[in-house]
Every structure is written in structure tokens, then in C-alpha cells.
């Protein structure tokens, strides 16, 4: 049911980013006993400031759709990804061609690795190379379970 809600709000979220000239990044849904938290992150080319985050927030702030989702009272946060940014898609992988990242792919690949920290070196028909400690790893994107930026 939570990933199902998660995709939802995806739905129904991104285009409003889109449309005011954010990329959707990310949705949290925290939860405990007295507070129901939605944290929206976004980005875009030039980074994020707090300014874009209340811009987003008063956006979001009054879908009715969004309201309707959640059975009682809860807090919208807008926020930037940050610096350990998820990669997504191929296209985040050649936005962040250089820089430094943590990948863990699905299977064990070579040398009995699943971990992967280094930089990505190259993104050529889905296959991302990340240089890991010297040595050049050639991983497809399909077999990627999770990427972040690192500092």
C-alpha cells in the first residue's frame, strides 16, 4: 500500500514541478503516532534554494488531490535532495558524468562486488563505467539497484 501511495503522489506531484520548472526527485511518507510528514525533494540545473522550496511548497500546498490522499492532518516539506542526491535515470548519470558516487547494483558483478564508490567515468547504451579504487567497472543500468551523489 505505501509504495502504491508513494506513486500517487508521484502522479500527481511531477507535473506540478515540471510545470513550474523542477525535476521531482523524491517523496518520504514519515509517519508516527501524533504526525504525518510528506517530504517533497526536488531539484534543477542551477540547485536549489529556499526560495524554490517555498515556491514549490505554496504550489503544493493547495491540490486538493494531495488533501485527499491522507486521512488526517499532516506536513508538507519541500527540501533539495541534498548532497548525496539519488541517480534515477540515465540522464542523472550524464548530468553527474565526474563526480563522485555510491552505487550498489542488484547482483554481484565483477570481483564479488555489489558496492561500487568512485567516479563515474563514462554512460555509453545503458552502461554506466564507475571507477572504483583504479579499477574501471562496466555495470547496465538495468542492473542498478540504488545510486547516490557523494561528496
Avoid: H, W
Wanted: include cysteine; glycine fraction near 6%.
Amino acid at each position: 500500500m505505501a509504495q502504491e501511495l508513494k506513486d500517487r503522489f508521484f502522479e500527481i506531484i511531477s507535473p506540478i514541478c515540471n510545470d513550474a520548472g523542477y525535476e521531482l526527485i523524491d517523496i518520504e511518507i514519515k509517519s508516527n503516532k501524533s504526525n504525518i510528514k510528506l517530504v517533497v525533494f526536488i531539484d534543477c540545473a542551477g540547485g536549489i534554494s529556499i526560495d524554490d522550496c517555498v515556491t514549490v511548497n505554496n504550489l503544493l500546498d493547495s491540490v486538493a488531490e494531495i488533501d485527499g490522499l491522507f486521512q488526517d492532518s499532516y506536513t508538507l516539506e519541500v527540501s533539495s535532495p541534498g548532497p548525496n542526491r539519488p541517480l534515477r535515470s540515465i540522464n542523472d548519470f550524464l548530468r553527474y558524468e565526474g563526480r563522485n558516487v555510491k552505487l550498489i547494483a542488484k547482483n554481484i558483478i565483477d570481483d564479488g562486488k555489489k558496492i561500487f564508490v568512485g567516479s563515474i567515468v563514462s554512460i555509453s547504451d545503458n552502461i554506466i563505467s564507475i571507477n572504483d579504487s583504479g579499477k574501471v567497472y562496466a555495470i547496465s543500468f538495468d542492473e542498478i539497484e540504488r545510486a547516490n551523489l557523494r561528496l
